[in-house]
């Protein structure tokens, strides 16, 4: 499915667990869903009070995605900050989840497969781009893979494979994968697996802004 579209989307509602006590308008936390990644809250302006929480208390935040690099000690780190607009509690017995509906773009030609019991999906390597700064310098793009599973052989989505430098919405459960490169070291990477695909019709202007 295809449109014609003009806002980005970054939006993310998640489960976090609060890493200390706090009652203010920032705090860090740890992302389960996520393999525990730590990340950091901060109260948008639309949100209504302050983040009033106990360390290990659970809740659900929904809000915007923001991805962030920084140098600490002489070596480059990373850290997901979630601007929240609304917190609600944890339902009794759910598994922690991520949801994420992001406005992506395909970083490398998409490729298909099949599952073991005969299903098509299709895969890509895509980058959530965030504009520039203040001073006109491109912000660091998340970049992530993307799965998405047809409900079965006739699904349209997987006999396309989305070509590369597409911008496409992509919602779905994101979560952190762990992997073993050919030296034995252990990497990490996030996973968006899409529930929903919808690619753009372009602008020229968007067409040429990078990742």
Not at 22 to 51: I, Q, R, S, Y
Not at 53 to 62: G, I, S
Not at 87 to 115: H, I, Q, Y
Not at 172 to 195: C, M, N, P, Q
Request: glycine share 8%; net charge negative; with cysteine.
């Amino acid at each position: 499915m295809s449109a014609e579209k003009n806002k980005f989307s970054k939006r993310i509602i998640t489960t976090a667990i609060a890493t200390r006590d706090t009652d203010g308008k920032k705090t860090l936390v740890k992302f389960p869903a996520l393999g525990g990644h730590f990340g950091t809250l901060v109260a948008d302006k639309a949100f209504d009070g302050e983040l009033s929480l106990k360390k290990d208390e659970q809740l659900v935040v929904f809000g915007d995605l923001v991805y962030e690099e920084y140098v600490s000690k002489g070596e480059k780190r990373q850290n997901l900050l979630v601007f929240v607009d609304k917190v609600a509690p944890v339902e009794a017995d759910k598994e922690p989840s991520c949801w994420v509906n992001l406005t992506l773009r395909t970083m490398k030609e998409g490729f298909f497969a099949m599952t073991r019991s005969g299903f098509p999906w299709i895969g890509t390597w895509a980058a959530m781009s965030q504009g520039k700064d203040r001073d006109g310098n491109w912000k660091p793009s998340l970049f992530l893979d993307v799965k998405y599973f047809g409900k079965d052989e006739a699904d349209p989505l997987p006999q396309t494979l989305i070509p590369n430098g597409t911008r496409f919405d992509a919602q779905g459960f994101l979560k952190l994968d762990t992997y073993l490169d050919g030296d034995g070291r252990e990497h990490t990477h996030l996973v968006l697996t899409a529930r929903k695909i919808e690619i753009w019709f372009e602008t020229p202007e968007l067409a040429a802004e990078p990742a």
